[in-house]
């Protein structure tokens, strides 16, 4: 058979700056399963085609016109252009199956434009997928998430294709995706791995993976798809150790601060770690992850900030993830604490998300019982700087307000000034003027929307629940967004079914 596996990183890039970070940074962001899925199917003996899309070139000939099937993965934000692909290449015959976390979130609106939905996989699965042993229709499943991670000496076709960059080299920022564990054990109601089971992979694999860089990719960026790095903390570092000093390549996890305690700093320094994301999230919640016990408010920023001070000591980059808007969030508390936060630790880059309802998570049933959530927004706009949900405790022009108090403290002169002071690595600090000019950006959509919200009654009845008519801003936005392919989906076609699945998904055979 032949196949095609399509990864969508990234929207169609619209401005110069777009061109820039896309091809620099989003094309590093390549998922580890897709990859997978072309690997099994060329172990089955199918003819395989991968390619992914991070907003440069013509979405819809990244690959072969005369496909058998086409594996599409994607996140919600740029579902719109897998569904117009995937009409693309129905039209040509081809079967379309759709994965990834788009459709683990909404995969009834998937089945309007997919055969298939699949919401977790396999080998075996795939392998029925592309036979035919599924009718069209379906969402699909395997009985529990696949442990065969291919190594990466099986992936390097597709990570040459991805992450590599003119004539198939190597260039500073290459990251290779691994996987050290799959799952969560932490039950975050907005993460849509929150009813995840948490497992490690076998060490030997991780140990061979790491053997194979070292010999044939010496000194490549390693990033960590882990959705909480290292929770069997010991073992996962054993097998980083084992590495000779001068052979451990850097490398990008996202772990939580309840890991990261004790002397483990060190451990991270002594690997070459690079990077490390822990999620707060909230000062008023969540605070098993953040190891602080019952701590809130201003007790809990300080003692996060202490921690983070030491991962400064040990690590070169920090991000701390915050949710804003949660319905714990109420008053100028919640943005007061993270500004005293950011003061204490200017070298941690906040990034501040707003919450958005993914299908299948807690919050997303909660605000949907309680018609909280704004059903007639297109997908596209289900990220930062867009809201989709009307908060509980804000009204919209109050909680933009608040957004741009954080984000004008957070990429302030000062605060640059700051953050510039605690680093002598110049990457690092380059990246810190880029983000900061991001984040400057940002402020400037928020101010355009909190205009709007002001002067226009009916964009401002929209956010507020009172009107389900999409406004004509968001109307243009998403055309813009979709470029050539708006004329594929109708306006119908881009609002979004929010019906929970019927039933419980298909079980493969296996």
């Not at 060329?42 to 000939?61: I, K, N």
């Not at 036979?131 to 190594?151: M, Y």
């Not at 950011?342 to 299908?359: C, H, R």
């Not at 392919?485 to 298909?506: F, I, K, M, N, Q």
Request: contains cysteine; charged residues 25%; glycine residues 6%.
């Amino acid at each position: 058979m032949r196949v095609g596996i399509l990864d969508l990183l990234g929207p169609p890039a619209r401005r110069p700056v777009d061109l820039g970070y896309q091809t620099l940074i989003t094309k590093q962001y390549a998922s580890i399963t897709p990859q997978a899925v072309s690997v099994w199917c060329r172990r089955r003996g199918h003819e395989t085609f991968y390619a992914t899309y991070y907003g440069v070139g013509r979405l819809h000939r990244m690959l072969p016109a005369d496909l058998d099937v086409v594996f599409i993965s994607c996140y919600t934000q740029v579902s719109h252009l897998a569904y117009a692909v995937a009409k693309i290449y129905r039209a040509a015959g081809a079967r379309t199956v759709i994965g990834g976390p788009h459709a683990r979130a909404f995969p009834v609106d998937c089945l309007r434009f997919f055969d298939l939905v699949v919401r977790e996989c396999d080998p075996e699965l795939i392998e029925d997928v592309v036979t035919g042993q599924h009718d069209p229709g379906a969402v699909i499943s395997s009985a529990q998430p696949f442990d065969d991670v291919p190594t990466v000496e099986e992936r390097m076709p597709e990570i040459r294709a991805s992450a590599f960059f003119w004539r198939r080299r190597r260039f500073p920022l290459t990251a290779v995706p691994m996987l050290a564990s799959t799952g969560c054990p932490y039950k975050c109601d907005f993460c849509i791995d929150w009813n995840s089971t948490y497992r490690q992979l076998p060490a030997d694999r991780l140990r061979s993976d790491l053997d194979y860089l070292c010999d044939h990719l010496p000194g490549t960026l390693v990033v960590f798809h882990d959705a909480n790095f290292a929770v069997k903390f010991d073992e996962v570092f054993q097998t980083l150790e084992g590495q000779p000093r001068g052979r451990r390549p850097p490398y990008i996890i996202e772990s939580s601060l309840t890991v990261l305690r004790g002397e483990r700093p060190r451990r991270l320094k002594d690997t070459n770690c690079a990077m490390v994301a822990p999620g707060v999230e909230s000062w008023t919640d969540y605070s098993n992850k953040a190891g602080v016990g019952r701590a809130g408010g201003v007790d809990k920023v300080d003692k996060v900030a202490e921690h983070f001070a030491q991962l400064a000591e040990n690590v070169p980059y920090l991000q701390a993830n915050f949710m804003f808007g949660l319905d714990t969030d109420e008053g100028d508390a919640p943005v007061e604490l993270t500004k005293r936060f950011m003061d204490k630790a200017p070298f941690a880059f906040p990034t501040i998300n707003i919450p958005v309802p993914f299908g299948g998570t807690p919050l997303h049933d909660r605000l949907a019982a309680d018609g909280r959530i704004l059903a007639a927004m297109p997908f596209s706009f289900y990220y930062a700087p867009h809201l989709v949900t009307t908060i509980k405790n804000y009204d919209p022009v109050g909680y933009y307000q608040r957004l741009i108090d954080l984000y004008s403290h957070a990429a302030s002169p000062a605060m640059l000034r700051r953050r510039l002071r605690t680093t002598t690595h110049r990457a690092i600090a380059a990246v810190h003027r880029a983000r900061t000019a991001s984040f400057r950006a940002d402020v400037r959509s928020f101010e355009r929307i909190v205009g709007m919200l002001r002067s226009d009654p009916r964009f401002l009845a929209f956010h507020e629940g009172r009107s389900t008519t999409l406004p004509q801003y968001y109307r243009g936005l998403a055309e813009r967004m979709l470029g050539r392919y708006a004329e594929l989906l109708s306006e119908a076609e881009r609002t979004p079914d929010l019906s929970p699945a019927d039933a419980p998904p298909h079980r493969s055979r296996s």
